[in-house]
């Protein structure tokens, strides 16, 4: 399984959180040698994430981690929001689709650009998604 | 409040956006640059997102407003420079910048944009 080697938690709670998360997240693709088009992919699916999180449930909390998986290092990000859910997550993560008239990008498009990925959520409790982007992946 | 200012050079606004935006600046970029073409009937807005880290779905959809509304008031967007990576990521999130032309920097995106009003100009529309 996975090893965390380094771990780190900043809450989001408004607009102004976005900028300073998406560096925080950079200084540790940074820290593991991520190229850099890794890096820019993993920080525009977090910042598509933290987005959703603010707009869709008020905030939430993140976590951003160094996991390491036989040689390969990542980062790992989670996002927990105590939302309202979402009720039909396979529709949620159609190209297109939008409850807040938007593009409906941020979820299959998050999925996307990152290895390995996840969304769990229940309706009325909130939404987690989890997020890997290896080093080399 | 911040702002990002705007040139005017002759027919055209011009814009360097310096750093990764607060999404609140990139609101007021938005009103401002489409309020700028109103008054001064510019022909060509030019943007330059050299300095842009990350491009996510929200500054996607602000570019995309600026160029359609921009182009309701017959004027041209161009965004110039933007990173490789930029754009790799771009492509893999599915955003498309509808409605704008894009160049590799300031001075092919100056030529695109008077070449489009050169165009424009020379077709006989009216009698
Ligand atoms: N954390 C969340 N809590 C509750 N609902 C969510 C959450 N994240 C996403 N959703 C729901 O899933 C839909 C799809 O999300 P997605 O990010 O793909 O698109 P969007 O946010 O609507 O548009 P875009 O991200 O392109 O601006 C949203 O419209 C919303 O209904
Ligand atoms: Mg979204």
Redesign the interface.
């Known amino acids: 399984m996975y090893i965390v080697l380094n771990k780190d938690r900043m809450v989001i709670e408004k607009e102004q959180d976005v900028v300073p998360y998406r560096n925080r997240v950079k200084e540790f693709a940074v820290k593991i040698g991520m190229s850099l088009v890794n890096q820019t992919k993993l920080i525009t699916a977090a910042s598509e994430l933290v987005r959703n999180m603010l707009k869709y449930a008020n905030g939430g909390v993140t976590t951003i981690e160094v996991i390491s998986k036989g040689r390969e290092n990542g980062i790992r990000l989670i996002f927990e929001d105590k939302g309202p859910g979402i009720a039909d997550i396979k529709l949620a993560m159609k190209d297109g689709f939008s409850t807040g008239k938007s593009l409906g990008l941020g979820l299959p498009g998050a999925k996307r650009l990152s290895s390995e990925f996840d969304i769990k959520s229940t309706v009325g409790k909130g939404t987690t998604v989890t997020l890997i982007k290896w080093k080399n992946g | 409040m911040d702002r990002i200012p705007i040139l005017r050079m002759g027919n055209f606004l011009l814009v360097t956006i310096q750093v990764?935006l607060?999404?609140?600046l990139a609101q007021n970029l938005e009103s401002d640059l489409v309020q700028m073409v109103s008054k001064t009937g510019a022909r060509g807005v030019l943007i330059d997102i050299s300095a842009l880290?990350?491009?996510?779905?929200?500054m996607?959809?602000i570019i995309g407003n600026i160029g359609s509304v921009s182009k309701i008031m017959d004027a041209e967007t161009v965004v110039v420079g933007m990173?490789?990576?930029?754009a790799?990521?771009l492509i893999?999130?599915?955003?498309e910048l509808k409605g704008v032309h894009t160049a590799l920097n300031v001075e092919r995106g100056m030529q695109l944009l008077k070449e489009k009003i050169l165009i424009e100009e020379s077709e006989p529309d009216e009698e």
């Open positions: 990764d607060y999404d609140r880290s990350i491009v996510d779905s929200f996607g959809r990173q490789p990576a930029v790799i990521t893999e999130l599915g955003l």
